[in-house]
């Protein structure tokens, strides 16, 4: 399936006092196919690119359909955790936005492992040349870590029968699959909520704990809130309420360096819920520097 940007027409909105200023840097931090890159660029084509990925996957998209800016360093792509943005770029961003999470490319392909509904190994990672992967974790973490991963991660209230189930299982037979956990995860907790598959929180827990992401985002938004220019923003989609309370409150406690554009979250309008089933639990919070 295409990665559809989602929220573009609220990134749009608030990319609107840079539309017309002739130097400008713009960093993505999560360029995943480049959807919102290509809308910004529209409005702007002076700006400057700083963008980052971590997954070798959207390198090779992008060496493919933005070779030419690339050639011409409009447009400069890192292949490295977007943490890490100030190793690689060290002056003032005018724009930056972080669209959190995983791609529909990188859902929907098998082999990354993050889906329960297509049999492939238990990877999960967003950068698959290093760390351990979800199948690393369900075989090696202990059984009271596993809790509490599932508890806090996946907001699970009760995950115990099913982490007693692993600990049984992944004495004869390792997990390798991810329909292995998934077909384990359906066999204890059974079907209780229509269309929600019962492994849904599960493999987000384990995904969140493979890329560390509560982690990066609540140590790169004070990073970018300083490296933003005098009126620059910073625009932060989430799709986890844990994600999101991580921003809110890190938009809240620096009023030296600014303040949220909104006092309210953003959500999709309904037409584009129904459009792109994806942006469903998308949310957006945007910070002014001042
Ligand atoms: C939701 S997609 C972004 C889609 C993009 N805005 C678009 O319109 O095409 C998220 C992308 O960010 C990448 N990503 C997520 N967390 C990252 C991190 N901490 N550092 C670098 N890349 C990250 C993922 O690999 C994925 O490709």
Request: charged residues 25%; proline residues 5%.
């Amino acid at each position: 399936m295409i990665h559809i940007p989602v929220l573009s027409n609220e990134i749009v909105t608030s990319f609107e006092p840079f539309v017309d200023q002739s130097e400008i840097v713009y960093l993505d931090g999560t360029f995943g196919r480049g959807g919102h890159y290509k809308l910004l660029l529209e409005k702007n084509p002076n700006m400057q690119t700083i963008a980052f990925d971590q997954d070798p996957d959207a390198h090779a998209y992008a060496k493919e359909h933005f070779g030419d800016l690339i050639q011409s360093q409009k447009l400069k792509l890192y292949q490295d955790n977007f943490l890490n943005f100030d190793k690689h770029y060290q002056g003032g961003i005018d724009f930056a936005l972080l669209d959190l999470g995983v791609s529909s490319p990188q859902l929907d392909r098998p082999e990354r492992g993050f889906s329960f509904y297509h049999d492939g190994p238990l990877d999960m990672r967003m950068n698959n040349l290093e760390g351990e992967t979800a199948a690393d974790l369900v075989n090696n973490m202990s059984e009271n870590d596993l809790v509490v991963l599932f508890k806090t991660f996946g907001e699970i209230h009760n995950p115990f029968r099913v982490v007693r189930a692993i600990i049984e299982d992944r004495k004869t037979t390792p997990f390798t699959t991810t329909k292995q956990l998934s077909g384990l995860i359906e066999r204890v907790d059974g079907w209780r909520k229509k269309g929600f598959h019962p492994a849904t929180q599960y493999f987000m827990a384990l995904r969140l704990k493979v890329n560390r992401e509560l982690e990066v985002v609540d140590q790169v938004l004070p990073k970018l809130m300083e490296k933003l220019n005098k009126n620059g923003r910073l625009a932060v989609i989430t799709f986890h309420s844990l994600e999101d309370r991580i921003v809110k409150n890190l938009f809240r406690i620096y009023p030296e360096l600014g303040e949220p554009l909104r006092r309210k979250v953003t959500h999709p309008t309904r037409e584009e819920e129904l459009a792109n089933p994806r942006s469903r639990s998308a949310k957006l919070r945007v910070f002014v520097r001042t």
